[in-house]
């Protein structure tokens, strides 16, 4: 890695005071995604600001019947705190989902949201990426991916974001403008070289998850290469609400397929009535017609969409039966 300096600011006001001074400094936590990196060559930093000791990022209390979330709070303490996964099971899943249990004991729900994005022609050696004229995500002018467009097409694979967009999270934000608050969802872009709407000041403080209608059930499954430590090929986070049989309010969140996490549209044609197979298959079309996966991974394009679509189906088939 090339030589950097490391500070520890001890209040968020501070670190968007550094980042106002110095655009080209980064923020760490968990370290988990950027780490490996930086050691790869991608990015090189003259500054590092450690969230650590900033214990304002740290909270996870309730507001009410909202949830505030900050965005230190790690995954593990997502994936085990008994009310999360007693009223909110699809945040607790996606976050113990994540890589492996050391990972998900230093990761951040901030560093997870701000995950760079993935292609097989980026997240390689320094001496890989150099003997194929890098590429357009980094130093390079082409996408391998599709050379004759004019975007990265790397692949977004948090975990995290699509079940807080099934639960129409808000994220915030605070930069040396003051805070803002956006629907999760619209703080990403479908650009896999800029994929997050930050300005270069900015800190993600944390996340506010309303309150959910009484009765909602909600999950996330992910399909992977290997059964653990590893990103998503495809990720579905879901959240249904049933009435006496009937399917009345649905929200699907996708991961792993674009190159930001997409929830799904047209959804609420499926409600207000009892969930069948022409329901099913109805979802699974609109998942098909909707994510637009590339040649980012080892596996096949078409084979992600095609999990992407049943796994939605088998989801939504499993919470509106529990």
Same mark, same amino acid.
């Given at each position: 890695?090339?030589?950097?300096? *490391? !500070? ?43 969230? @650590?000791?900033?214990? $304002? ?17 790690? +995954?593990?303490? *997502?994936? %085990? ?6 009223? *909110?099971? &699809? ?13 998900? %004991? &230093? ?17 390689? %050696? ?45 994220? $915030? ?6 805070? !803002? ?20 000041? $900015? ?9 959910? $209608? =009484? @009765? #909602? ?7 992977? &290469? ?15 609400? #049933?009435?006496?049989?009937? +399917?009345? @309010? ?19 044609? *499926?409600?207000?009535? =009892?969930?069948?197979?022409?329901? +099913?298959?109805?979802? @699974?079309?609109? &998942? ?15 084979? !992600? !969409? ?17």
């Amino acid at each position: 890695m090339t030589p950097f300096v *490391l !500070r520890s600011p001890k209040s968020t006001s501070e670190v968007v005071a550094l980042l106002d001074s110095n655009p080209q400094a980064r923020v760490i936590a968990g370290g988990t995604d950027l780490m490996p990196n930086l050691r790869r060559g991608i990015g090189a930093p003259d500054m590092l600001l450690d969230l @650590g000791g900033i214990e $304002e990022l740290k909270q996870l209390r309730r507001d009410g019947k909202a949830w505030l979330i900050g965005a230190g709070v790690t +995954l593990q303490s *997502l994936a %085990s705190d008994s009310q999360i996964l007693a009223e *909110l099971p &699809v945040l607790a899943q996606a976050a113990g989902a994540v890589a492996g249990p050391s990972h998900r %004991s &230093v990761a951040t729900l901030g560093g997870n949201l701000c995950l760079d994005t993935r292609c097989v022609f980026y997240n390689q %050696s320094q001496w890989w990426r150099q003997s194929n004229n890098y590429c357009l995500k980094y130093r390079g002018d082409v996408c391998h991916v599709a050379p004759q467009g004019a975007r990265c097409h790397a692949a977004w694979s948090g975990d995290l974001a699509p079940a807080l967009i099934a639960l129409d999270a808000s994220i $915030e934000l605070l930069g040396s403008g003051g805070p !803002r608050s956006l629907p999760l969802a619209d703080f990403y872009q479908d650009d896999g070289a800029k994929p997050l709407k930050l300005l270069p000041d $900015e800190l993600v403080t944390g996340v506010r998850i309303p309150a959910q $209608e =009484a @009765g #909602m059930r909600c999950a996330y499954r992910k399909a992977r &290469v290997r059964a653990a430590v590893d990103f998503p090929l495809a990720g579905v986070a879901m959240r249904v609400l #049933m009435s006496d049989g009937v +399917l009345t @309010g649905l929200r699907v969140a996708l991961t792993g397929t674009n190159s930001q996490p997409i929830l799904i549209e047209g959804s609420d044609a *499926l409600c207000n009535k =009892a969930v069948s197979a022409e329901s +099913l298959a109805a979802l @699974g079309k609109l &998942v098909q017609k909707q994510v637009s996966p590339m040649r980012s991974t080892v596996t096949a394009s078409n084979y !992600r !969409r095609q999990v992407a679509s049943t796994l939605a189906q088998r989801l939504l088939g499993e919470l509106s039966a529990s």
